[in-house]
């Protein structure tokens, strides 16, 4: 073999070295890994900061009431002067003061939902990413025994520099070749056995078929329990069609009446603070 082509072929093997290097899968699973934290951390703050926003609220909420309790006084204060129209004023603000607690008490609601539902998506990618690092340590473990064998085997059975190159030149063909079969093998199987369903889970399709009958089983069995505890059957057809029906009228009854119960509001509304200012006035007497 002449100069050139030893040259040559000494830097087509450490070029191939470096890219087989850089396709370490070690690297790979550990970037996955810091991956799947930096989704968490992500929801952990997404966290925080809906937890922040409902304090506000709760806090708004808070000054409102005292608010509330506020005009009372005022209103009931204004009465033993006869004051009817400052007692008036106070009332009216303490109404309105109630409308907004009420809106507050709804968006605090809606807010704990969303904390309660990010939270157990928290709880569920962090049993995710515990699952898959025991996983990546394993396969790790396993790649760098693999690796420490294949190389004593190739010193054991080198035989001179340049045999030894072609030596773990041809192994390398031949395990390149090895692995795209075996890899084209395992994805053919994995689509047939449906692990592509969940990647980090041990069960494959039959056992999650037979788990899913076996909880309609055991649901089934509680249903038919609580039946003959309390001797009820299911309702009929004709009982949800009736009750659909009624559900249809209600709702064009409302239709037809809504313009006459937004001024039926509004006096009820005003009778509401004059009955009020009554009481007040009774308390005084």
Known sequence: MGILSRMSYVIRSKVNSV??????PRDTLDYSYEQMRDRLQDVKQGIADLTTQKKRLEMQKRRLEENVEKHNEQAREAVNQDRDDLARQALEKKKAKMNQIENLETQIADLQDKQDNLVEQKNELQGRIEEFRTKKETMKAQYEASEASVRVSEAMTGAGDEMADVSRAIERAEEDTEDMEARSAAMDE???????????????QIDRELEAGRTDSEVEAELD???????????SADADDESETEVEESDAEMDVDLDEDVDIDEELESNEIDEELEEIRDEGR
């Open 19 to 24: 890219l087989n290097r850089a396709e370490d």
């Open 190 to 204: 994995l689509q047939d056995t449906g692990a592509f369903d969940d990647a980090l889970s041990d069960q494959d």
């Open 225 to 235: 329990t609580l039946k003959g505890e309390l001797g009820k059957e299911t309702s």
